[in-house]
T-cell receptor, first 112, second 108 residues
Framework: SQQGEEDPQALSIQEGENATMNCSYK?????LQWYRQNSGRGLVHLIL?????REKHSGRLRVTLDTSKKSSSLLITASRAADTASYFC????????????FGGGTRLMVKP | DAEITQSPRHKITETGRQVTLACHQT?????MFWYRQDLGHGLRLIHY???????NKGEVSDGYSVSRSNTEDLPLTLESAASSQTSVYFC???????FGPGTRLTVT
């Protein structure tokens, strides 16, 4: 079973618009991470947010974490066609060492 | 530059054959992981290691084995390949995980 579940499964937007993806999880976590995967490639780490943090920024990325709702969101502002990819959240559970559990991903398409 | 590599990148094998997928990292990370990625399932953890001679089972370990004889390598072995093991396999190292490029395995 998957710890993280992304929503929506697919998202299509126009270049310049913002894209928001959500992730829900089930157990207590140490941290939550977001990854990006271009078609046919490996995953690239985007951002890590710890359980005691509520918001984190990196360039055009903004991640929020609500541990009371066991949910996180990834916002990509001013999207570009090059942002087209699949985005995955992954959780590191409290009692699971460095193991990550991945969600099924959101496929984002940014149309030029 | 330090990196993580996987080989082969593509492999076609027959049912029942033993297959070994290689993963090599030059970051000197203690933690290494193997995942498989299938449509509708995201990434699922097969095996992982926290250091030399340490191996642990993940969510979908049946039919797979790993060994860790040094820090750099974590080879994944399919003892007797099955069609259900057709997938894309990713190796990763460290806790903020750096992923290899993947191996696409087809079992016919």
């Amino acid at each position: 079973s998957q710890q993280g579940e992304e929503d929506p499964q697919a998202l299509s937007i126009q270049e310049g618009e913002n894209a928001t993806m959500n992730c829900s999880y089930k157990t207590s976590i140490n941290n939550l991470q977001w990854y990006r995967q271009n078609s046919g490639r490996g995953l690239v780490h985007l951002i890590l947010i710890r359980s005691n943090e509520r918001e984190k920024h990196s360039g055009r990325l903004r991640v929020t974490l609500d541990t009371s709702k066991k949910s996180s969101s990834l916002l990509i502002t001013a999207s570009r066609a090059a942002d087209t990819a699949s985005y995955f959240c992954a959780t590191a559970a409290h009692n699971a060492g460095n193991m990550l559990t991945f969600g099924g991903g959101t496929r984002l398409m940014v149309k030029p | 530059d330090a990196e993580i590599t996987q080989s082969p990148r593509h492999k076609i094998t027959e049912t029942g054959r033993q297959v070994t997928l290689a993963c090599h990292q030059t970051w000197n990370h203690n933690n290494m992981f193997w995942y498989r990625q299938d449509l509708g399932h995201g990434l699922r953890l097969i095996h992982y290691s926290y250091g030399v001679h340490d191996t642990n089972k993940g969510e979908v370990s049946d039919g797979y084995s790993v060994s860790r004889s040094n820090t750099e390598d974590l080879p994944l072995t399919l003892e007797s390949a099955a069609s259900s093991q057709t997938s894309v396999y990713f190796c990763a190292s460290s806790d903020k995980q750096y992923f290899g490029p993947g191996t696409r395995l087809t079992v016919t």
